[in-house]
């Protein structure tokens, strides 16, 4: 268990080495502590008692014009614009509907989006072609079981399955295999296979100094035969610890060292050399991430990461963001592009009285032509960079919310997929009687690391084509990959060079391999024009001094940020789904009706407060000679 809350340090993208057993040995007496640490954060957030009901949202530090003067007199008068279809988006309409199936809260809202084609946005399935097995997921792929996932999937009534369920809409979810035998680990040119014995477990893939020609050459060789996970384990265990017992005041404890890069973090407080910092980045294919990441953003998604167990949606995590788009009636308003949000007043008083925003719909791209639509509030889902385009001067925004919006990190991601002929790594003869069936791959190639689908395995017969995520990588090579992806020429010079790369770590033909391709489809969440990026990744300070401004209500409470940047839980779907609720919470506080989040409440649980971000936040920073910002 431990072993898979720390693997997780590799930001969503897991290592399984799994050669060095003495050092986990020495890890003994930590590993029971997390595991029962993890095991009673299990138990005691299972009936979703302490970590939900944590509700402070009346107690947070918020700006001084968040709270709308010229209220609605009824909630029949409050009408909300969305900008955004995807999975915050539609979750914000799930919200507000009122229905035959939800006695929600029956509040007005229009969902505009931008892509003519699909909603979803970072929830996004490619379908290869019409058999059952066919598809990838090139945004979301997966869902830990814990109690922070609650909301998407569990049997509480609230959770985002069980209403889609009683709505009619069934969402099938299959075991996600995170690592299985014969997985490979393919670095310095060494194959090692989990479950079979390592050549030499002292230095499995000869990174020592001893065997690169003396100290200084390799990493020292104390640290050669160690994993990632023993390397962090020790390091990270308060931090966990302390966000388990406690979340939210475990999280403002760790803002203490948000100044500090995952780098300088592991330099200063534990005396890591760099070649094993780098040795960190390569095992965990996270090239370059740990100085440009705040140790905050680590730990949180290392936090996050946990779990016994994950699921996959069987047939796509698209299937999730279809049923909602269906289930809330209402149409999504596609292909409208918003261009500039400006403030309304209302005649007689000169006060605000809403937000006009201009929509060109696609039909009208390239003409002059605009449509001005009035709402009372506007909650903007979109990710920063594509709120950048949106001409937002007129709202006389604060500061650091602008800052915030022009310069939050995020990180990019590519996912390499191809359809084969069919699933040959799950054939023992084509593999040398090694085959893998689910789990991932990670090398220092350019690939980094490879995953296999969990779904349909053993359907993978001969004759029924079989798609494989043949890099999904999120480090400096998603960088390098995306500037290949796009032109057809580009493409096919990369495309060479992945089965160049899956022949050479899975040790296969590459004649062979070539002759089984059939397609693929290659994502570039850096190039992809809605979200210009594909998760927020902090760097130094930034959860301390600009992402609160991101969850407050701004211009009279009427402009709202939401989507998973707004969320402390970065990176997942469900930071997508908490900043929704957050955001419409805040609109029926702005607005007074206290009844309706009540209703709220009944009918949808409570989020944690850390997701309502306090102003105070920054005051944590002091002891560590911050400068205070408020
Ligand atoms: C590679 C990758 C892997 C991931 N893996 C997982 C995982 O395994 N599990 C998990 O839970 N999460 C995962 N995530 C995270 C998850 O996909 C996101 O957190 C979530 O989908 C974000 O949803 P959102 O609604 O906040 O933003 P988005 O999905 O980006 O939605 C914003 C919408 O706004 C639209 N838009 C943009 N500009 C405009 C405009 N001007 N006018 C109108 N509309 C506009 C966009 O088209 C988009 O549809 C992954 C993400 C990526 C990229």
């Excluded at 385009?389 to 590519?414: E, F």
């Amino acid at each position: 268990m431990y072993k898979k809350i720390l693997l997780i340090f590799a930001l969503f993208i897991l290592v399984n080495i799994n050669f060095a057993s003495s050092e986990f040995k020495k890890n003994e007496t930590e590993s029971a502590n997390l595991k029962s640490l993890y095991a009673s954060y299990l138990m005691k957030n299972n009936n979703n008692t302490k970590y939900n009901n944590n509700d402070n949202s009346n107690n947070t530090n918020i700006y001084n014009d968040s709270v709308t003067k010229n209220k609605s007199k009824n909630k029949n008068e409050l009408t909300v614009g969305i900008i955004g279809g995807g999975i915050a988006g539609l979750y914000a309409g799930m919200l507000f509907i009122k229905s035959m199936i939800f006695d929600d809260l029956g509040i007005d809202y229009t969902i505009l989006e931008a892509n003519k084609e699909r909603v979803g946005g970072r929830v996004y399935t490619h379908k290869f072609d019409d058999h059952k097995y066919s598809y990838t997921d090139l945004g979301a792929m997966r869902i830990p079981l814990t109690p922070l996932m609650d909301r998407i999937v569990s049997n509480q009534n609230y959770s985002l399955f069980s209403k889609l369920a009683k709505g009619g809409y069934q969402i099938p979810t299959v075991p996600f295999l995170i690592s299985v035998n014969n997985e490979i680990s393919y670095y310095n040119g060494i194959r090692v296979l989990k479950g079979s014995p390592v050549l030499n477990p002292s230095d499995p893939f000869n990174y020592s100094d001893s065997n690169n020609g003396g100290p200084g050459k390799g990493i020292p060789d104390e640290y050669a035969n160690r994993t990632v996970d023993s390397l962090i384990l020790p390091v990270f265990y308060q931090f966990i610890n302390n966000l388990t017992v406690d979340f939210y005041n475990g999280f403002k404890q760790m803002l203490k060292y948000d100044s500090y890069s995952a780098r300088d973090y592991l330099k200063t407080f534990h005396n890591y050399p760099n070649s094993v910092i780098e040795y960190i980045e390569n095992l965990s294919t996270i090239s370059g991430r740990l100085d440009q990441t705040s140790i905050t953003e680590l730990l949180m998604s290392v936090f996050d990461f946990s779990g016994e167990k994950f699921v996959c949606v069987e047939g796509g995590t698209g299937l999730i963001v279809k049923s909602m788009s269906q289930i809330i009636k209402k149409k999504v308003e596609m292909g409208s592009f918003v261009t500039k949000i400006s403030k309304s007043f209302d005649k007689k008083n000169n006060e605000i009285d809403g937000l006009n925003v201009e929509v060109v719909r696609d039909s009208n791209f390239g003409g002059s032509d605009t449509e001005i639509l009035k709402f009372k509030h506007v909650i903007s889902t979109t990710t920063l960079p594509a709120l950048q385009r949106i001409d937002t001067s007129d709202l006389k925004l604060p500061l650091k919310l602008k800052v915030a919006i022009r310069s939050l990190k995020y990180t990019g991601a590519i996912k390499l997929a191809i359809n084969f002929k069919y699933r040959w790594w799950e054939d023992s003869e084509f593999m040398s009687g090694k085959p893998i069936r689910g789990g991932s791959s990670n090398t220092d190639l350019l690939l980094r690391q490879v995953v296999y689908p969990s779904y349909g395995i053993n359907n993978g017969t001969k004759g029924v084509s079989g798609v494989l995520l043949a890099s999904y990588s999120g480090g400096l090579e998603s960088i390098r990959i995306s500037s290949m992806i796009g032109k057809k020429d580009k493409e096919r010079k990369l495309l060479n060079i992945v089965l160049r790369d899956l022949a050479e770590i899975h040790n296969v033909d590459l004649k062979k391999l070539k002759n089984l391709y059939k397609d693929h489809f290659f994502q570039s969440w850096d190039n992809d024009e809605f979200s210009s990026g594909a998760f927020a990744l902090f760097s130094t300070s930034q959860y301390t001094e600009l992402f609160p401004s991101t969850g407050q209500s701004h211009v009279d409470g009427r402009f709202h940020l939401s989507g998973e940047l707004t969320s402390v839980h970065h990176a997942w779907m469900i930071g997508g789904l908490n900043s929704a609720y957050r955001s419409v919470d805040l609109i029926l506080k702005n607005e007074g009706f206290e009844d309706l989040r009540i209703k709220l409440r009944n009918n949808w649980g409570t989020i944690e407060q850390a997701e309502y971000p306090s102003l105070d936040w920054y005051k944590y920073d002091s002891d560590i000679n911050h400068y205070k910002l408020y």
